[in-house]
């Protein structure tokens, strides 16, 4: 048995830390005016994450897609072609963004997983 509660903690290790991965693979649409975006990933402002994807294009009309980060830097936007995809992984993910730039019906199936760190 623990004398004291100052004993046990003193064994502890300094600076615990948790990994957590989550997967999902999710069927994304889309078709509204270029302006409005669909958000397809939100990470809270609270969590640095790395984020690996994939997006598959299914439809018949290109996909926008917009990957913008919490740190700050300069968002990545590339165009995944009717019947082609893209795969990424970027870390400190804020939101992915998906639309038709002439608001064109999208379709397509959308794979990730986020990892992410917090001290315990």
Excluded: R
């Excluded at 072609?81 to 804020?94: H, T």
């Excluded at 038709?100 to 001290?119: H, M, Q």
Aim: aromatic share 10%.
């Amino acid at each position: 048995m623990l004398k004291n509660k100052k004993d046990w903690c003193d064994s502890c290790p300094d600076n615990q830390e948790e990994t957590l991965t989550f997967k999902n693979c999710s069927p994304v649409t889309g078709s509204d005016n270029p302006a409005n975006p669909n958000t397809i990933l939100f990470i809270d402002d609270e969590i640095t994450a790395v984020v690996a994807f994939s997006l598959e294009n299914n439809g018949d009309n290109n996909i926008l897609l917009t990957v913008n980060f919490s740190d700050g830097s300069m968002a990545f936007q590339t165009t995944v072609e009717d019947g082609s995809s893209f795969f990424g992984a970027f870390p400190n993910v804020a939101s992915i963004t998906i639309q038709n730039n002439a608001g064109l019906p999208i379709s397509g199936c959308f794979k990730y997983e986020v990892t992410y760190t917090f001290d315990i």
